[in-house]
């Protein structure tokens, strides 16, 4: 074994350089693999939402309030879809967010050794369960409970439809509770990749823990806690199982004690029994959805880049 | 990718029924109650039906009808998964030979699948339209359907008159005291738009793309898992679906039985199309021999078994 040459347990060098190549062609196949797969993703689905904003009209599909797709004369309107969607995972992230935060500042900060052990291990299965299971978790038990606040709060109104508990409301709490595993265990890395300098430091200069936690830790850790937020946007506004159960499914304005549709839902719900324009428009709100996540990828990134320029 | 979207679609609605299921699995008890009262007329049937097919089997082997042979795919309606598996099952029992596979799209999807000539049968649980038989495709009805309305076991209103129950769907009535029951509010709870059951029932009550749902759910198991656990909730199904867990009401004074629909005395019932490209008489052989076979006795057992109405 000299400088020139060299070594490998499998044989010689001639064999060497063709395991090198066969396993290099592997991998770059593998990568084309993923690649062609989103490419042909978009492509598909360009090519089957795009002719429906043609044959419906751009304006009447994006703006339009009144989605009654099978009826003699259709009407494709999908505003009050798209604004629940946004409605909905705003509130539900302005809602997990916090809880997720604080918990992960709880594991990786405050807790006990020994609580710390049964949290950690409750957050990764909560990750791990079926969002179906969600979904009836909150039909079963959510909207039961969410109905008896329903007829509190509308006792006695003539105007307001009763949802029997399946609303926005129980919707977002369902997907609070969804997107709380991504936040918790993004967070809690990047507070425990905070140099414990830092930490040490203010303890030295006599600033409490708490304080220490909210003035030095958490700012520190900050492009790590925005990821895990943009995550759970993404998880929230993709989420398309738990929230059909519970959400009432029907097309209205995204007010909290209103039967709603979410993107997600409206193609899950009717792609069974959609033909023609129809089905074609339900291609079009998945592109809607798909730039959606788009751009939400795309800030990401971008996030993900400065924070790497900054530190 | 428009098949693994469909398959996608396919383990997502699997996966949702299955669900369903599994929390109700009271359903599962109610129907197997629900049927018992059935089968006593469906036991003696069968014995006579075993002495038919005795007495028909040399006849068969003359034709040469038990020798034959291919696959006969089925797609469509979900409300027909129950009589599109009966029948698979009892055809390829009869015909080993056979073999019959049904997949579970939606009535739509299965037209389409049927009109594309990627099944031999496409399963419809509302009568095609026109643009659909424009396309060569041919309405053959095997079966009718009644669709029940149901409210939660505890409400207290017995029967509903159709205007009633227009009025309700159209978010007319809004409380149960205007019907005679207990001062509650009314859960109008209904099928996505492009369901059959959903077609079917506004159709009926001509009330097509007026109503007022509050909740509009992808599958009977669904409607009926929502009905069931929401006080003053209504909502409507196939009648073979329903069970204890939910009760049905009476619409005009008339309940919802197999009598009442075959009279024509209750309003809400509705076709099952097995649809085909072109006449029966131009299909496979294997496909000829399943039509004839629902016509037959034996077959009408079958569609009976699975608590629908022949149709005569």
Redesign the interface.
């Known amino acids: 074994m000299n400088g020139q040459e060299s070594f490998s347990i499998i044989g010689n060098h001639k064999n060497k350089s063709a395991v090198e190549k066969t396993a290099q062609g592997i991998f770059t196949l593998c990568a084309f693999i993923a690649i062609l797969a989103v490419i042909s993703i978009t492509v598909y689905m360009v090519i089957n939402g795009i002719p429906a904003f043609f044959d419906v009209g751009i304006k009447e599909i994006l703006f339009g309030t009144v989605w009654k797709p099978a009826a003699e004369d259709p009407s494709f309107g999908i505003l009050y879809v798209i604004l629940t969607s946004i409605v909905g995972t705003t509130m539900a992230v302005l809602l997990g967010v916090p809880i997720g935060l604080l918990t992960a500042v709880f594991l990786a900060e405050t807790a006990p050794k020994r609580l710390a052990a049964v949290v950690k291990p409750a957050v990764e299965l909560l990750a791990g369960i079926p969002s179906v299971i969600y979904g009836l978790l909150g039909l079963m038990v959510l909207n039961p409970l969410m109905y008896k606040l329903e007829m509190a709060v509308f006792k006695g109104s003539d105007t307001h439809q009763f949802t029997g508990g399946a609303n926005l409301l129980s919707a977002v709490i369902v997907l609070a509770v969804m997107i709380l595993p991504t936040v918790i265990n993004i967070s809690e890395s990047a507070i425990r990749a905070v140099p414990s300098q830092l930490k040490s430091a203010s303890l030295a200069l006599g600033a409490s823990h708490i304080q220490t936690i909210f003035k030095v830790i958490l700012p520190a850790a900050k492009s790590g806690i925005i990821t895990a937020i943009v995550l759970g946007v993404g998880r929230a506004i993709g989420e398309a199982m738990a929230i059909t159960l519970v959400s009432g499914s029907s097309v209205n304005m995204p007010l909290p004690f209103n039967s709603v549709r979410f993107l997600t839902t409206a193609i899950v719900s009717e792609m069974g029994y959609a033909a023609g324009l129809h089905r074609q428009v339900l291609f079009t709100i998945g592109l809607v959805l798909f730039v959606f996540i788009m751009v939400i990828n795309i800030t990401l990134s971008r996030i993900l880049k400065k924070g790497d320029r900054e530190s | 990718?428009i098949k693994s979207k469909k398959i996608l679609?396919l383990i997502?609605?699997v996966?949702?029924t299955a669900?369903?299921m599994a929390?109700g699995s009271k359903e599962a008890e109610a129907e197997s109650t629900a049927q018992v009262s059935n089968e006593t007329v469906v036991e003696t049937k069968e014995e006579t039906k075993t002495e038919s097919t005795n007495a028909e089997e040399p006849k068969a082997e003359e034709t040469g009808s038990a020798d034959i042979s291919g696959t006969v795919s089925m797609a469509g309606s979900?409300s027909m998964e129950k009589l599109a598996n009966a029948v698979a099952e009892s055809f390829m029992a009869k015909y080993p030979e056979v073999t019959v596979t049904a997949e579970f799209?939606?009535?739509?999807?299965g037209?389409?699948s049927v009109t594309a000539g990627s099944v031999d049968i496409g399963n419809s649980s509302r009568a095609l339209k026109d643009e659909e038989k424009a396309a060569g495709v041919v309405e053959n009805i095997v079966a009718i359907d009644g669709i029940a309305v149901i409210v939660d076991p505890a409400n207290t209103v017995k029967d509903l008159t159709k205007d009633q129950l227009i009025s309700i769907y159209t978010?007319e009535t809004?409380n149960w005291s205007e019907l005679g029951g207990e001062d509650a509010?009314?859960?109008?709870?209904g099928r996505?738009?492009?369901?059959?059951t959903r077609?079917a029932f506004e159709e009926l009550l001509k009330i097509?793309?007026a109503c007022?749902?509050?909740?509009?759910?992808?599958s009977t198991g669904?409607v009926i898992?929502?009905i069931a656990?929401?006080?003053?909730?209504i909502g409507y199904a196939s009648l073979d679906a329903v069970n204890d867990t939910v009760k049905a009401v009476a619409l005009e004074g008339v309940e919802p039985t197999v009598e009442n629909i075959k009279a024509g005395n209750y309003f809400l019932s509705r076709p099952f199309v097995m649809a085909t490209k072109g006449e029966i008489s131009e299909q496979s052989a294997a496909v000829q021999e399943l039509f004839a076979y629902l016509a037959s006795d034996e077959g009408k057992e079958v569609i009976k078994g699975v608590g629908l109405i022949t149709v005569d």
């Not at chain 2, 799209?105 to 999807?109: I, K, M, N, Q």
């Not at chain 2, 509010?185 to 709870?189: G, L, M």
């Not at chain 2, 007022?212 to 992808?218: F, N």
């Open positions: 990718m679609a997502c609605a996966a949702m669900g369903l929390c979900t799209t939606g009535s739509s999807a037209i389409e978010g809004k509010p009314i859960v109008v709870v996505e738009a492009g369901s059959g077609g097509e793309d007022a749902y509050a909740s509009e759910l992808d669904a898992a929502k656990s929401t006080p003053g909730a």
